[in-house]
């Protein structure tokens, strides 16, 4: 059974700060990985992809690979009230549909 | 406006009492998921579609069944519904396999008592 896992806070950071999320996986076949954000009571938004070792920067967003440690992280630069939300972490292999998500990280944004 | 519809977006039924949740896309994706969300266990895969009439296992399939016969729409069917199918269940789709920027509908807290 592949496993997802996060640390499931609250994860507490003063505005403007560096939010810095993690994620870990089992299944080292998995090729694609995703960040979703979800505020309370609504559904999950697409924040960034990656599929490649190496940091993807997207905004104030930054994803970090690492395959050989199976590793996965989520930076939010800039962290403003907005971003106080729940960070869900994913991971699919390719060629499937087969999606699993970690249980998410709240996150909240001290003003 | 592009989007993922659920309907109802709210029910409760009581135990054995067949049920079907409704999802459509207008955005013509290929791939449509169904996951249901609980406290402590995250967003779990039931079933999913890579195409019309193709439906494969998530997860935790179990007392759930799922059609596929026209590419908008992806029903979610409980047979006969059990309180621990008590929870939040979204719908999403895709267009793109490997990228896979999922559109997820509002979702439904279904209640079985």
């Known amino acids: 059974q592949k496993e997802v896992e996060q640390n499931s806070g609250p994860l507490s950071v003063p505005e403007g700060a560096i939010a810095s999320l993690n994620c870990t996986y089992s299944?080292?076949?998995?090729?694609?990985f995703f960040w979703y954000r979800q505020y309370s009571g609504k559904s999950p938004e697409l924040i960034m992809f990656?599929?490649?070792?190496g940091d993807k920067e997207d905004g104030r967003f930054t994803a970090q690979l690492n395959k050989a440690s199976q590793y996965v992280s989520l930076l939010i630069r800039d962290s403003q009230p907005s971003d106080s939300a729940t960070y869900l972490c994913?991971?699919?292999?390719?060629?499937?549909?087969?999606?699993?998500f970690g249980t998410g990280t709240r996150l909240t944004i001290i003003p | 406006e592009a989007q993922v519809t659920q309907n109802p977006r709210y029910l409760i039924t009581v135990t054995g009492k067949k049920l079907t949740v409704t999802c459509s896309q207008n955005?013509?994706?290929?791939?449509m998921s169904w996951y249901r969300q609980d406290p402590g266990l995250g967003l779990r895969q039931i079933y999913y579609?890579?195409?019309?009439?193709?439906?494969d296992k998530g997860d935790v399939p179990e007392g759930y069944k799922v059609s596929r016969k026209e590419k908008r729409n992806f029903p979610l069917i409980l047979e006969s519904p059990s309180p621990n199918q008590t929870s939040l269940y979204f719908c999403?789709?895709?267009?793109?396999?490997?990228?896979?920027?999922?559109?997820f509908g509002p979702g439904t807290r279904l209640t079985v008592l």
């Open positions: 999403a789709s895709s267009r793109d396999q490997r990228t896979d920027t999922q559109y």
């Open positions: 299944d080292r076949g998995s090729q694609s």
């Open positions: 579609s890579m195409n019309v009439e193709v439906t």
């Open positions: 990656i599929y490649s070792n």
């Open positions: 955005m013509n994706h290929e791939y």
């Open positions: 994913a991971v699919k292999d390719f060629g499937n549909e087969k999606l699993t």
